[in-house]
């Protein structure tokens, strides 16, 4: 085939080109031709379609996600907004963090372990792009039944490539989430969070400005991997009756990325660089449309001296392919040579491609003929918006009306009925043990990590001197946005937020990653717009902004979606890690003290999910106020050294939280339902705003004036003590019989 | 004078500032030394760290042995520096020669890492004199190819000569050959270590601060010497 200039398209205008295999509709392609008021060629037809995909554009989501913009709480904590690479946090002392979640759904159920290794290679690169040192990731994961055979194909796949390009990194992993539901049997979600340090005035913005400044492109070779993989991927559901679509998913290399981290960071040192941007999802169409759109003038670059792995690849396939560990730099002409030299130093290919002009196109050349001229906006910012039609699903009013009370699902009434209740809850593969999922990531390496597996929350000490650290937890409980996506989306970020505050740390700042079924049934973009709103909402009034984050939608397969899956990470500040609270409880004698208000709350639950298979009903209620108030609690107990110990109630509520804090440290408790109580409600209902904690019998006082004062209502429901959790009046299990239920599980599932 | 302990940074070394931290801890001086440079910079022990140089591709440790600065450490080693190798700093250490046997994939096939109960068996090396023969420490253990194996001869010779550092109780997490975690030269200079000690010298972010004593013995070797 002859190439295809802009010269041959303005002479050929009726050439048939292939714009629906590459993902477009047609009104797109008219769109593109009135733009560039001719046919597009070959290679600018292949940028559009990958730049225009709903991966990249958002253009179903855009309308929704604006509201995190216009309900923006008043932060001073935000340095750098929605739309860059990734937000910015003012965490003090001079110390910026950044950190985003973002999904890699669909390669990963294609090809478990390279999705999912390439998932965390992606969110690395957009967090050095910001000129941060990377220094811990997060996975939040969602599988199908625990017994179904394809789990057991997809889950040690995608495990194994976190830990395999995870641990090659030199990150450590630090918490996350794993959840069985069968809504995910045909599309498992695999998110990735990383958390990035830098100095503020370290900074990096992707833009390409100053005309002569020279376009670099640096790290692995292009090949032939990942073409297409954001929009005939990642933007369409999956079908039977089509090929497969592995050639699609990209192939990690980690080695690489870790060269790529610490060459860029020297690079960042000594200040050579004015723009950057990373390349992932529609690589180098991505990378120079953007940095092009976002500077102040054009960009030209010479396609052919782009690195190649297979020298037979046409100009559309190296401006589609998503070959990973490739970053691209502006750099001033007199830095250009030291930029080199670094790259030497660490054995990175690196090569000027091209350089900033002072026109207003991005003109691609191949060879010395042009076959890309257009307006680079028009590729990157100025995407097809959708303003998609959504309606209340029928089936809503009908669920919501499902309630899980006492007549529909029976309840234990016995104390060996709750006590077998608790186990089976215990012993699901929801609650159980993940330890043969996380022994598998390295949560050691840099030796900063305060707080991870089995926490509410990870945290990393970001100085040595000053015991600054960070946290963050990562939620999203698709039962309760099934059931409700405007509370659902509310209590994600509800529970992130407590979980931050319950291991010592101030909540400041939240990303997102939203998964949802398909954007063209009117159900699901209904659910899309309620969590968004409902998200929107909660972060006003806790006055955490919405930093990034991603939107994944087309997860389901058929005429299925998953529940709407609103994952929410919320980053928290800790002035000094060494005052962080655990979960563990491991004083005898200390006070066990329930704090919030206890309501019979069964819908959506875990304790519904498991004994009787049910999902039902309401989800929790939420009161945000409350959960703010709840975290100033907890955040002054920990400083103030109130308590030694602080559990988050959620999935599995209060007893599910006694068996998790009394095996991890070892120490049995003596709870005592409180006059008036409902044993039953006590232990499973999963009441958003509240918390055990375990305090020092000295600080007891203190404590309770603290909460009377504050009106967080706290009772005090035990003491830390033997080696069983005794309900008195009720059953008494020991930790022996609790641990062989808890651990395990999975290990026996996948086995 | 203080101790100059050198840390060499691989293509894909990922503890070496650990071991940095843990070198100063320690109450040494940390240099850190760049596996292009043969020159040693006057360091008076040297520390491998973990990672996975070279992305562990072909076999771990393979390509790392040939790089420029390993040829000093390797001749040094021969005259007596103390050189701990930890996990891929292990790797190396046998792929160089101046430790036998080798690291393979774990029997369970996957990476594990957990908090690893070990007895050091060897009191007497440069980098085990701060602890006693049949002492029970914990220090986290991480490693996809960390099960040691070497010919039935060689391991009754690694018994016999006492040249077993560390044993791992309790559980053997990789399938190791008479759960070794560590061994030592004849001459006890040089040292390796497939779980990380530099991940156990502080409360705050260890299981135990019980790794601190390789590094504090190294230093007592050092200034007795």
């Not at chain 1, 730099?329 to 250009?336: G, H, L, R």
């Given at each position: 085939m002859s190439l295809d200039t802009v010269k041959n398209a303005e002479q050929t205008p009726d050439v048939a080109q292939p714009w629906a295999e590459l993902g477009l509709k047609e009104d797109e392609y008219a769109r593109i031709r009135e733009i560039l008021g001719r046919r597009p060629t070959g290679a600018e037809l292949a940028m559009y379609s990958v730049m225009w995909s709903e991966h990249c554009s958002y253009k179903s989501s855009k309308v929704h996600l604006k509201q995190f913009g216009d309900k923006k709480p008043d932060s001073d904590a935000m340095l750098v907004g929605i739309g860059e690479n990734a937000g910015v946090v003012d965490v003090g002392q001079g110390y910026a963090v950044t950190f985003k979640v973002e999904s890699h759904n669909h390669p990963s159920?294609?090809?478990?372990?390279?999705?999912?290794?390439?998932?965390?290679?992606?969110?690395?690169?957009?967090?050095?792009?910001?000129?941060?040192?990377?220094?811990?990731?997060?996975?939040?994961?969602?599988?199908?039944?625990?017994?179904?055979?394809?789990?057991?194909?997809?889950?040690?796949?995608?495990?194994?490539?976190?830990?395999?390009?995870?641990?090659?990194?030199?990150?450590?992993?630090?918490?996350?989430?794993?959840?069985?539901?069968?809504?995910?049997?045909?599309?498992?979600?695999?998110?990735?969070?990383?958390?990035?340090?830098?100095k503020h005035e370290d900074i990096h913005l992707a833009q390409a400005s100053g005309a002569g400044n020279k376009v670099i492109l640096y790290g692995a070779r292009t090949g032939g991997d990942g073409i297409g993989g954001v929009s005939v991927l990642a933007s369409e559901t999956f079908d039977d009756t089509k090929p497969t679509k592995r050639p699609a998913v990209q192939v990690g290399d980690p080695f690489q990325e870790k060269l790529l981290i610490e060459?860029?960071?020297?690079?960042?040192?000594?200040?050579?660089?004015?723009?950057?941007?990373?390349?992932?999802?529609?690589?180098?169409?991505?990378?120079?449309?953007?940095?092009?759109?976002?500077?102040?003038?054009?960009?030209?670059?010479?396609?052919?001296?782009?690195?190649?792995?297979?020298?037979?690849?046409?100009?559309?396939?190296?401006?589609?392919?998503?070959?990973?560990?490739?970053?691209?730099?502006?750099?001033?002409?007199?830095?250009?040579?030291?930029?080199?030299?670094?790259?030497?130093?660490?054995?990175?290919?690196?090569?000027?491609?091209?350089?900033?002009?002072?026109?207003?196109?991005?003109?691609?050349?191949?060879?010395?003929?042009?076959?890309?001229?257009?307006?680079?906006?028009?590729?990157?910012?100025?995407?097809?918006t959708y303003q998609r039609p959504y309606a209340r699903p029928s089936w809503q009013d009908a669920l919501q009306a499902d309630a899980p009370t006492g007549e529909r699902l029976a309840r234990p009434t016995t104390g060996e009925g709750l006590k077998a209740d608790l186990l089976k809850v215990a012993g699901s593969p929801n609650q159980a043990s993940k330890s043969w999922i996380t022994d598998q990531y390295d949560r050691y390496v840099l030796g900063n990590t305060v707080l991870s597996v089995g926490e509410d929350s990870g945290m990393i000490r970001i100085d040595e001197e000053t015991n600054l650290g960070v946290s963050v937890a990562t939620d999203g409980n698709g039962r309760y946005a099934k059931l409700d996506p405007y509370t659902g989306a509310q209590l994600a970020l509800a529970e992130a937020y407590r979980n931050v505050a319950a291991g010592g740390a101030k909540p400041l700042a939240v990303s997102d990653c939203l998964n949802f079924g398909s954007p063209?049934?009117?159900?699901?973009?209904?659910?899309?717009?309620?969590?968004?709103?409902?998200?929107?909402?909660?972060?006003?009034?806790?006055?955490?902004?919405?930093?990034?984050?991603?939107?994944?939608?087309?997860?389901?397969?058929?005429?299925?979606?998953?529940?709407?899956?609103?994952?929410v990470a919320v980053l928290?500040?800790?002035?000094?890690?060494?005052?962080?609270?655990?979960?563990?409880?491991?004083?005898?004698?200390?006070?066990?003290?329930?704090?919030?208000?206890?309501?019979?709350?069964?819908?959506?639950?875990?304790?519904?999910?498991?004994?009787?298979?049910?999902?039902?009903?309401?989800?929790?209620?939420?009161?945000?106020?409350?959960?703010?108030?709840?975290?100033?609690?907890?955040?002054?107990?920990?400083?103030?050294?109130?308590?030694?110990?602080?559990?988050?109630?959620?999935?599995?509520?209060?007893?599910?939280?006694?068996?998790?804090?009394?095996?991890?440290?070892?120490?049995?408790?003596?709870?005592?339902?409180?006059?008036?109580?409902?044993?039953?409600?006590?232990?499973?209902?999963?009441?958003?705003?509240?918390?055990?904690?375990?305090v020092p019998r000295s600080e007891e006082l203190r404590f309770n004036d603290m909460c009377t004062a504050r009106g967080l209502p706290a009772t005090r429901i035990g003491v830390v003590d033997g080696e069983?959790?005794?309900?008195?009046?009720?059953?008494?299990?020991?930790?022996?019989?609790?641990?062989?239920?808890?651990?395990?599980?999975?290990?026996?599932?996948?086995? | 004078?203080?101790?100059?302990?050198?840390?060499?940074?691989?293509?894909?070394?990922?503890?070496?500032?650990?071991?940095?931290?843990?070198?100063?801890?320690?109450?040494?001086?940390?240099?850190?030394?760049?596996?292009?440079?043969?020159?040693l910079h006057q360091v008076d022990a040297v520390v491998l760290p973990g990672g996975f140089s070279y992305g562990d591709y072909l076999r771990c440790g393979a390509i790392s042995r040939f790089s420029p600065v390993m040829e000093t450490v390797i001749e040094q080693a021969k005259l007596g520096m103390p050189v701990l190798g930890i996990c891929n700093g292990f790797q190396v250490l046998c792929e160089s020669h101046l430790l036998p046997g080798a690291l393979t994939r774990n029997d369970s096939l996957h990476f594990v890492c957990r908090d690893q109960k070990l007895r050091i068996e060897n009191a007497g090396t440069a980098w085990t004199r701060d602890y006693s023969a049949g002492q029970e420490i914990v220090v986290p253990l991480k490693n996809?190819?960390?099960?040691?194996?070497?010919?039935?001869?060689?391991?009754?010779?690694?018994?016999?000569?006492?040249?077993?550092?560390?044993?791992?109780?309790?559980?053997?997490?990789?399938?190791?050959?008479?759960?070794?975690?560590g061994i030592t030269n004849a001459a006890g200079n040089v040292v390796g270590l497939m779980p990380h000690p530099e991940h156990a010298v502080e409360p705050l972010t260890g299981p135990t601060v019980e790794g601190l004593g390789f590094f504090t013995s190294v230093l007592k070797q050092l200034v007795n010497a």
């Open positions: 159920y294609i090809e478990p372990y390279q999705g999912a290794a390439t998932g965390i290679g992606g969110i690395v690169r957009d967090i050095l792009a910001m000129g941060a040192r990377p220094v811990a990731v997060m996975d939040p994961l969602r599988f199908g039944a625990a017994d179904h055979p394809d789990t057991r194909r997809v889950l040690p796949g995608i495990v194994a490539g976190i830990g395999g390009y995870g641990n090659c990194l030199g990150l450590p992993n630090i918490g996350g989430e794993v959840v069985f539901d069968s809504c995910y049997q045909g599309n498992p979600l695999v998110n990735a969070l990383c958390v990035g340090v830098m060459c860029t960071l020297e690079i960042f040192r000594e200040k050579l660089v004015k723009g950057i941007q990373d390349l992932g999802g529609a690589g180098l169409s991505c990378a120079t449309s953007e940095l092009a759109s976002a500077g102040s003038g054009g960009m030209r670059v010479e396609l052919d001296t782009v690195p190649l792995r297979d020298t037979t690849l046409s100009p559309e396939e190296i401006l589609m392919s998503e070959s990973q560990e490739r970053m691209c730099a502006i750099v001033e002409p007199d830095k250009v040579d030291r930029f080199l030299e670094i790259c030497e130093k660490w054995d990175v290919i690196a090569t000027v491609i091209g350089e900033v002009t002072d026109g207003e196109r991005l003109e691609i050349f191949w060879h010395g003929e042009l076959v890309v001229d257009v307006p680079p906006r028009t590729v990157a910012h100025e995407g097809p063209e049934d009117p159900d699901v973009m209904w659910q899309f717009a309620e969590a968004t709103r409902g998200l929107a909402d909660a972060c006003l009034v806790l006055g955490t902004p919405v930093t990034g984050g991603n939107v994944s939608l087309y997860n389901q397969t058929g005429e299925v979606a998953i529940h709407p899956t609103p994952v928290g500040v800790i002035d000094d890690v060494t005052r962080r609270t655990p979960i563990a409880f491991t004083e005898e004698g200390q006070l066990l003290y329930l704090l919030g208000d206890t309501a019979d709350e069964l819908g959506g639950s875990a304790w519904s999910q498991v004994v009787h298979d049910h999902l039902g009903g309401l989800p929790p209620k939420v009161d945000l106020e409350r959960e703010r108030l709840l975290g100033d609690i907890l955040i002054a107990a920990s400083r103030d050294g109130m308590i030694d110990a602080a559990h988050d109630l959620s999935d599995g509520g209060l007893g599910q939280a006694l068996v998790e804090s009394c095996l991890k440290g070892g120490r049995g408790a003596r709870i005592i339902v409180p006059e008036g109580m409902d044993p039953f409600v006590l232990l499973f209902s999963e009441s958003a705003g509240r918390a055990v904690v375990a069983s959790l005794d309900v008195q009046g009720q059953f008494t299990v020991s930790l022996a019989e609790l641990k062989d239920a808890h651990t395990g599980v999975i290990e026996a599932l996948l086995a | 004078m203080t101790t100059r302990v050198g840390v060499v940074t691989f293509p894909g070394s990922l503890d070496d500032r650990d071991a940095q931290r843990a070198v100063r801890l320690a109450g040494a001086e940390p240099v850190a030394l760049w596996h292009r440079d043969k020159d996809g190819e960390g099960r040691f194996v070497a010919d039935e001869h060689v391991l009754d010779e690694l018994e016999a000569e006492g040249r077993v550092v560390a044993r791992y109780l309790d559980v053997n997490p990789n399938g190791s050959y008479r759960d070794i975690a």
